[in-house]
T-cell receptor
Framework: DAKTTQPNSMESNEEEPVHLPCNHS???????IHWYRQLPSQGPEYVIH???SNVNNRMASLAIAEDRKSSTLILHRATLRDAAVYYC??????????????FGQGTILTVHP | GAGVSQSPRYKVAKRGQDVALRCDPI?????LFWYQQALGQGPEFLTY????????KSGLPSDRFFAERPEGSVSTLKIQRTQQEDSAVYLC????????????????FGPGTRLTVL
């Protein structure tokens, strides 16, 4: 699977936007970009995914660079509940792929009141 | 609606004991995954089931680890002769799988079972 690179940690203040970057320079044309987050003492939780176009859902927005070598997860107004480890993961949609997730270290997001 | 449940939530075993960890996926989900998460690390893939078929067990660390899903719903991860390095959180996830040529990649995770081997 193609590798992703994320900063180890980021900090934000409550009610401010947060932009979490992810580099994936070896992404292939059939790789989807997924974001999951893991709150303390919980299992990971799906946030959003996309292929080429920017995506929005109730939790976040995903901005994908035109060359697809990087992406940014955007939390529009951070809350204390958004403090978590955020994982950027590539999954291949082609061939016999079944969606296995390969997690890296992720980005630890701290949200200050 | 009910999510993925796992039991027990916590398990303490003495080195050498066998343990069995249970996963109840979301009803109707075809795909089921097991992951292992060591302290301070991201989850690592162990094995994958499509219905009752175990299609990928490449992540199982040794032959002491065994997983089954005999009726295509509940799954059990068994670890024989536990070692201290087996101490970790074991996560189960399920997804809808592939339907109509589209693979539903969103995985729903359970809360995990924290295994401590003394």
């Amino acid at each position: 699977d193609a590798k992703t690179t994320q900063p180890n940690s980021m900090e934000s203040n409550e009610e401010e936007p947060v932009h979490l970057p992810c580099n994936h320079s070896t992404i292939s044309g059939t790789d989807y970009i997924h974001w999951y987050r893991q709150l303390p003492s919980q299992g990971p939780e799906y946030v959003i995914h996309g292929l080429t176009s920017n995506v929005n859902n109730r939790m976040a927005s995903l901005a994908i660079a035109e060359d697809r070598k990087s992406s940014t997860l955007i939390l529009h107004r951070a809350t204390l509940r958004d403090a978590a480890v955020y994982y950027c993961i590539l999954t291949n949609a082609g061939g016999t792929s079944y969606g296995k997730l390969t997690f890296g270290q992720g980005t630890i997001l701290t949200v200050h009141p | 609606g009910a999510g993925v449940s796992q039991s027990p939530r916590y398990k303490v075993a003495k080195r050498g004991q066998d343990v069995a960890l249970r996963c109840d996926p979301i009803s109707g989900h075809v795909s089921l995954f097991w992951y292992q998460q060591a302290l301070g690390q991201g989850p690592e893939f162990l094995t994958y089931f499509q219905n009752e078929a175990q299609l990928d067990k490449s992540g199982l660390p040794s032959d002491r680890f065994f997983a089954e899903r005999p009726e295509g719903s509940v799954s059990t991860l068994k670890i024989q002769r536990t070692q201290q390095e087996d101490s970790a959180v074991y996560l189960c996830a399920s997804s809808r799988g592939t339907s109509g040529g589209y693979t539903y990649n969103e995985q729903f995770f359970g809360p995990g079972t924290r295994l401590t081997v003394l």
